[in-house]
């Protein structure tokens, strides 16, 4: 559900779907399973705050996994997977490894940003098809449309435009739709803490390597990913960067606003002004604690994490995101729509805050946990709004990923 870059003390990760490598050129040989096929992401993080990330083929999803047949780096990764290939991005230099997956991990290229003055491959990356991939290097604004089957730099989209003094740029959940990239940016200040209240959006065709639109609203803080309906809207909530902008407000003794969900019309390029709606006035005055998670980027519907601070103690220190590890938040369901319908999970249970989830087929994966020593994998169905226990593993759950 988190997403991120921030090392504070006592504070849980803050990642995209993560992943490893072991940097062994053999890789993985681990025989291939025969039907469906994933790669399985996990993230350890030991007590004092040091992680460990692994990837790990596997096949039926129920049981108990180790990490044991998983390849490993220190740090949190990113990846990405298309046909078979498995894209490992490195957590310690700027780079991604292709691995073809029909027998284990093995290697087949790899391709360096390092002329782009970065230290890692950053969190907001989609692949758009077989030729065409996008990174988005928030600490060198700019996004880099790269092959995926050459491993090869196409060109880059200048997103200067959006510095901003005393803040740094972070955009995660990067989707794909129709062929264009959907960018989300936030605004964040981890040393004075302070989070912008602001909402935006980029949309960016990869074929042409230009910024075809700029969306940005005030009515709330730190948008996520963006997710459409049949009808071609997008949506967006503003989930105070896991609230906190509210967090960071209150401690300093001021005001903010409550997460909210805006939409964006088909063929229109800002958000709509009639269509405003704070998540408080949808749960019954829960609100939301992760960003809008989707089974699918074109099905109208979303998952969250709703906050229930009745059970978090009131002595802990949120300003270091001690709440974080305390089990006081639970799925819901967001029917997305010209009225927007939210309901609690059912079967969900209260868990800590966790990495983002994964879509795959039409569900969504995601993991309940009570420290992260071990997870609880559930498949969420949009339609019956149900959370079925697929199977447990070893820390974090960090990413399900079809593989052919």
């Not at 096929?37 to 350890?44: A, C, D, E, I, P």
């Not at 498995?86 to 284990?104: D, I, K, M, Q």
């Not at 989209?157 to 901003?164: A, G, P």
Request: hydrophobic content about 35%; glycine content about 10%; aromatic content about 12%.
């Amino acid at each position: 559900m988190l997403s991120g870059k921030m090392w504070t003390v006592g504070a849980l990760a803050l990642a995209l779907a993560a992943c490893s490598d072991k940097s062994n050129e053999d890789g993985n040989d681990t025989p291939t399973p025969e039907g469906k096929r994933y790669v399985l992401g996990t993230v350890s993080i030991d007590a004092e705050g040091n992680r460990v990330s692994y990837a790990q083929i596997v096949s039926k999803l129920e049981g108990h996994f180790t990490n044991a047949n998983g390849i490993e780096v220190n740090g949190n990764a990113v990846f990405l997977a298309h046909g078979s290939s498995f894209f490992y991005g490195l957590a310690e230099s700027p780079v991604w490894v292709r691995y073809s997956t029909e027998n284990g991990f093995k290697e087949t290229g790899r391709l360096s940003f390092l002329n782009y003055g970065i230290n890692s491959m950053d969190f907001s990356n989609v692949i758009v098809d077989d030729e065409t991939a996008v990174s988005v290097l928030t600490e060198a604004y700019v996004a880099v449309v790269w092959n995926p089957k050459t491993m090869t730099i196409k060109g880059d989209v200048d997103l200067s435009f959006l510095k901003k003094d005393g803040y740094s740029l972070e955009a995660f959940t990067v989707v794909t739709h129709n062929g264009l990239v959907y960018i989300p940016g936030k605004w964040v200040n981890w040393t004075t803490a302070q989070i912008e209240q602001t909402v935006s959006v980029i949309t960016l065709d990869p074929k042409t390597m230009t910024v075809v639109a700029f969306a940005e609203d005030h009515r709330c803080g730190a948008g996520g990913r963006v997710t459409f309906d049949s009808r071609g809207y997008a949506y967006v909530m503003g989930d105070g960067r896991n609230q906190s902008m509210q967090v960071f407000a209150a401690a300093s003794g001021k005001s903010s606003v409550p997460n909210c969900l805006l939409r964006i019309a088909p063929g229109a390029t800002d958000f709509q002004d009639d269509w405003f709606y704070e998540i408080p006035s949808l749960t019954g005055g829960l609100d939301s604690m992760t960003e809008l998670e989707a089974p699918s980027v074109n099905g109208g519907v979303g998952f969250t994490m709703m906050k229930y601070e009745d059970r978090i103690p009131t002595n802990l220190d949120r300003v270091n995101f001690e709440h974080w590890t305390v089990p006081a938040y639970k799925m819901w369901r967001i029917t997305l729509g010209d009225t927007p319908k939210a309901e609690e999970v059912q079967g969900a249970n209260y868990s800590v805050v966790g990495f983002s989830g994964s879509g795959v087929d039409g569900k969504f994966y995601t993991s309940e946990s009570e420290d992260g020593s071990e997870s609880t994998v559930f498949e969420l169905d949009p339609a019956t709004n149900t959370a079925v226990q697929k199977f447990t593993m070893d820390g974090y759950f960090s990413g399900l990923m079809p593989i052919e």
